[in-house]
């Protein structure tokens, strides 16, 4: 019974995915970017089957222990949920929604019929937070001053590290002006 689910990563994961959770977590796997899926599966299979207890630090995944990282692999990736139909609807209601907002949050000025309608179609779209369409719209909506309730998009772990680096990297280089004071000699020939 152990061994079959085991057997069950889910295809989801692509090769970089299983990588980027490898490193992020630090499993103790050795592989070269030559490997392909397959191998890597291979490798995680083995470890899996070692019965080995190893408790991971804290990471995005929210993956601790080797348990939780069998149930997350078996999982379908968070992060690729979409087919592209799915994101062309999922775009044309953020184009509405950002069309309601830009019009000072007037129902009127939009397709919709009723708020209702609108928070209805917010509830569907905040579990794509991975879109940047999506986190923009959840920070216009709650910008609104008559706003029902606080929308909070859903965010895979990929992403949301992803974010936190880039976050990180603009409070380490801000850019700002250096202005040095002192005697300056120019001379001129």
């Given at each position: 019974?152990l061994y079959?689910?085991l057997?069950s990563?889910?295809?989801?994961h692509s090769?970089?995915?299983l990588?980027?959770i490898?490193?992020?977590?630090?499993?103790?796997i050795?592989?070269?970017?030559?490997h392909?899926?397959?191998?890597i599966q291979?490798?995680l299979?083995?470890?899996?089957?070692?019965?080995?207890?190893i408790?991971?630090?804290?990471?995005?995944?929210?993956i601790?222990?080797l348990?939780d990282?069998?149930?997350y692999?078996?999982n379908?990736?968070?992060?690729k949920?979409?087919s592209v139909?799915?994101?062309q609807?999922?775009?044309?209601?953020?184009?509405?929604i950002?069309?309601f907002?830009?019009?000072?949050y007037?129902?009127?000025?939009?397709?919709y019929?009723t708020?209702?309608?609108?928070?209805d179609d917010?509830?569907?779209?905040?579990?794509?937070?991975?879109?940047?369409?999506v986190?923009?719209?959840?920070r216009l909506?709650n910008?609104?001053v008559q706003?029902?309730?606080?929308w909070?998009?859903?965010?895979?772990?990929?992403v949301?590290?992803?974010?936190d680096?880039k976050?990180?990297?603009?409070?380490i280089?801000?850019s700002?002006i250096i202005?040095k004071?002192?005697d300056y000699?120019?001379?001129?020939d």
């Amino acid at each position: 019974m152990l061994y079959i689910m085991l057997k069950s990563f889910d295809k989801s994961h692509s090769k970089n995915d299983l990588i980027d959770i490898i490193n992020t977590i630090d499993v103790p796997i050795i592989f070269s970017h030559s490997h392909n899926k397959r191998d890597i599966q291979d490798k995680l299979l083995q470890l899996f089957e070692s019965d080995e207890n190893i408790i991971f630090k804290p990471n995005v995944y929210k993956i601790e222990t080797l348990n939780d990282l069998r149930i997350y692999i078996s999982n379908p990736n968070p992060k690729k949920i979409l087919s592209v139909k799915d994101k062309q609807v999922i775009m044309l209601i953020c184009k509405e929604i950002v069309k309601f907002c830009k019009n000072k949050y007037i129902i009127s000025k939009t397709n919709y019929k009723t708020i209702r309608d609108l928070e209805d179609d917010m509830l569907y779209i905040i579990q794509f937070g991975d879109l940047p369409s999506v986190r923009r719209v959840c920070r216009l909506m709650n910008d609104n001053v008559q706003k029902s309730q606080i929308w909070t998009p859903i965010i895979s772990p990929q992403v949301r590290k992803l974010l936190d680096e880039k976050e990180k990297s603009k409070k380490i280089n801000p850019s700002s002006i250096i202005i040095k004071k002192g005697d300056y000699n120019i001379i001129f020939d």
